[in-house]
């Protein structure tokens, strides 16, 4: 539709039906301002939104005429005026950095070898400290020799003489204590 088609319908038909300005102002509580902006396809001087198509409706159904065959000229009219906006190019999520995830793999596996390491090494600590005990608890008892130069039994701990009982045939109590033998 060229421009001053819509504009130029409008004032048409409100002239022929002998119709001011002011009247159609007063009857539709629409500004005079925003009917001679219609009028004159003044696009600028309208408020956006539904707010045209809104006007277009009320002066249509004021004047008698088909809302929807106007409706549809305004709609042409004013879109040829109208300058679509840029299509907005589509933003991008950005894709998070490569490193992040080599970090954490890389946290992860220094993390097993710590805890594998640690449990070695826990193990080895628990075999030493069980052979020490093993080895600090042992005890010997030794029957008297073949020649009868030697008392009848010793006692050994941890490889120590500990105490001996005297002679052959003799008896008595041994009681073990943490004193070296003197």
Same mark, same amino acid.
């Given at each position: ?29 629409? &500004? &005079? ?10 696009? @600028? ?8 198509? !809104? ?5 249509? =159904?004021?004047?008698?005429?088909? %809302? %929807? ?10 879109? %040829? *005026? +109208? *300058? ?10 950005? &894709?998070?950095? /490569? ?10 596996? #220094?993390? #097993? ?11 080895? =600590? +628990? /075999?030493? *400290? =069980?052979?020490? /005990? ?5 005890? +010997? ?16 701990? *941890?490889? =120590? ?9 003799? @008896? ?9 033998? !003197?």
């Amino acid at each position: 539709m060229a421009k001053g088609t819509f504009g130029e319908r409008l004032k048409r038909e409100r002239e022929l039906r002998e119709v001011s300005l002011e009247e159609v102002s007063t009857a539709t509580r629409i &500004s &005079s301002r925003f009917l001679q902006a219609l009028e004159n396809e003044d696009w @600028s001087r309208l408020p956006g939104g539904v707010f045209g198509r !809104g006007f277009v409706r009320t002066i249509a =159904r004021y004047l008698g005429l088909s %809302e %929807e065959s106007l409706l549809a000229e305004y709609d042409l009219a004013r879109g %040829e *005026n +109208l *300058n679509a906006p840029p299509a907005k190019p589509e933003e991008r999520i950005p &894709s998070p950095p /490569k490193l992040i995830p080599i970090a954490i793999l890389l946290g992860i596996l #220094l993390l #097993l070898v710590g805890l594998i390491v640690s449990g070695i090494y826990g193990l080895r =600590r +628990l /075999k030493a *400290n =069980r052979a020490k /005990k093993a080895a600090s608890h042992r005890m +010997l008892l030794q029957s008297p020799s073949k020649d009868g130069d030697s008392p009848a039994v010793l006692l050994y701990l *941890n490889a =120590r003489v500990m105490t001996s009982l005297s002679t052959r045939g003799s @008896s008595g109590r041994i009681r073990p204590s943490a004193k070296r033998p !003197g």
